[in-house]
């Protein structure tokens, strides 16, 4: 039997405002444990909370990104469970009437087409503390309590564990591109849980999902996926689906590889949701609804730019606009008159394979913009061979120096001189006077030595392209 497979995303995105979701702790948790925190984030009686401005207009933002319905009136709920991380005993929570619904956002499949993925929801709520475990002491650290956050939730329309990474990498740089959230998955401001079912091919209704929580990493979320496939389709096929999948939230053990029943999957009536009688109903006043709808250029459209602008291929104005800090780069470059197929092949080539062996981000490129569009225009003027040019990239990876010292200093610049050139012509042809005779009497391969002996000679700095010209010449 062929199956298909469903997917459906919830991601947890941390909303970069100064200041927590109902008071005005700052968001950092990098300091003392328990410093940033208040009556409020601390559940202290009496204290009431008041909704942070700078979220709803984040939360907005989105919202216009993805083509949603932002509703003018939306509600805070309590969602009602009992952990130490949480001082309320309760989560602020959208439940019935999030801000956001129904938007849509669009992912790149191999095949060049593009595929259509529906955002159910997202909605505002707050985040809970951490729990510390010190050997048989646990702490709670609450610095964290009461960050913003806005939940995603997507439909169940992807198909594959490439699918829902292509979701997530989409998702993960308009959130970027809009600046509402770092989004930094190892710090866990951008996290995801993935509910996944099988189906028979073919059939409409959705069977039992589960979800997997805390995968923070792209590389996982993949593995996860598609582990949880594999053991959904064998206990299909061993004719025990109905006992081993069950709706459930299971664990990804990352060194394993594999995923572990964790608990019972809670209903929603295990929270007993019920609005928070604390806070009004959120109501956006029209002037400020008029506002957020000023947002950046997404990666999208700056991807159909980069293709119209600068005729490029899709597939690299699609990888250059993915990230906001590598489209950035690249434009940069642009402003600085070189070719685009150099700049592409430079920057997703040469400069991306550096950085990915070093482990430093393009932010941190020790190369900057202006010194890789130089080395560049230092490749179309001639000055230096493409050859030469990525061990001038290798020292500028080591040397803060100006691109044409790092050619002095390599001695690299190149011979363009064609007096020069033919001076080392003439010598290597008056020491192969058999093999010019050959080549006379028609073994034309040979050209390729005659060039390979000029290079050699010049130490790989003549020009290859004058070396043609000039050897053409003189055995002609
Ligand atoms: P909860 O909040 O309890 O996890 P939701 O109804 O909000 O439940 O659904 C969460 C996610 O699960 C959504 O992304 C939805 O698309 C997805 N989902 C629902 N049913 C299925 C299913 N049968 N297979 C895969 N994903 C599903
Ligand atoms: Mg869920
Ligand atoms: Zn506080």
Redesign the pocket.
């Given at each position: 039997m062929e199956f298909e497979v469903?997917?459906?995303?919830?991601v947890h995105v941390q909303l970069n405002t100064k200041t927590k979701m109902f008071c005005s702790c700052p968001t950092s948790f990098a300091d003392e444990p328990n410093k940033n925190t208040c009556p409020t984030c601390l559940a202290l009686p009496g204290a009431l909370p008041v909704i942070n401005e700078e979220a709803v207009k984040k939360a907005m933002m989105f919202g216009w990104a993805t083509e949603a319905t932002i509703n003018k009136k939306s509600i805070f709920n309590r969602k009602n469970y009992f952990y130490p991380d949480l001082p309320k005993g309760y989560q602020i929570s959208q439940f019935e009437i999030p801000i956001v619904e129904r938007g849509r956002l669009f992912i790149d499949l191999e095949d060049g087409s593009k595929k259509e993925i529906g955002i159910?929801?997202a909605h505002l709520e707050e985040d809970a503390g951490k729990n510390i475990h010190e050997g048989s002491i646990s702490k709670v650290d609450l610095n964290r309590a009461g960050t913003p956050l806005l939940e995603i939730?997507?439909?169940?329309?992807?198909r594959s564990s490439d699918e829902a990474v292509a979701y997530l990498k989409k998702l993960h740089a308009i959130v970027r591109y809009l600046d509402i959230s770092d989004a930094n998955m190892q710090e866990g401001s951008f996290r995801c849980?993935a509910?996944?079912?099988i189906?028979p091919k073919g059939d409409e209704k959705?069977?039992?999902?589960v979800?997997i929580k805390n995968l923070n990493s792209f590389r996982f979320i993949q593995r996860a996926i598609e582990y949880e496939v594999q053991r959904q389709i064998e206990a299909w096929e061993d004719g025990v689906y109905d006992q081993e999948v069950v709706q459930e939230t299971r664990l990804f053990d990352t060194q394993k590889g594999v995923t572990r029943s964790m608990r019972g999957?809670?209903?929603?009536a295990d929270y007993r949701y019920f609005p928070d009688p604390d806070l009004l109903p959120l109501v956006i006043p029209d002037e400020f609804f008029e506002q957020t709808r000023d947002i950046p250029e997404l990666p999208d459209q700056k991807k159909d730019r980069f293709i119209e602008e600068f005729g490029i291929k899709p597939y690299d104005a699609a990888l250059i606009a993915s990230s906001k800090e590598t489209a950035r780069y690249f434009e940069q470059m642009m402003q600085r008159g070189i070719s685009a197929k150099n700049a592409v092949t430079w920057l997703t080539v040469e400069l991306a394979a550096r950085l990915n062996k070093a482990g430093i981000d393009i932010e941190n490129s020790p190369v900057d913009s202006a010194t890789l569009a130089k080395l560049i225009a230092r490749i179309e003027d001639k000055t230096i061979s493409a050859k030469a040019a990525k061990d001038v990239l290798d020292y500028l990876m080591e040397h803060r120096v100006d691109v044409d010292q790092a050619i002095d200093e390599l001695g690299l610049k190149q011979i363009s001189d064609s007096g020069a050139i033919e001076a080392m012509i003439d010598q290597i042809l008056q020491a192969n006077e058999d093999k010019v005779a050959e080549y006379k009497a028609g073994k034309e391969k040979l050209f390729g030595f005659f060039v390979g002996q000029v290079m050699k000679a010049s130490k790989g700095k003549a020009d290859p392209k004058l070396v043609n010209e000039l050897l053409r010449k003189k055995l002609s």
């Open positions: 469903v997917i459906g995303l919830e159910t929801r939730v997507s439909e169940p329309d992807i849980d509910n996944v079912s189906r959705l069977y039992t999902r979800e999957k809670e209903e929603s």
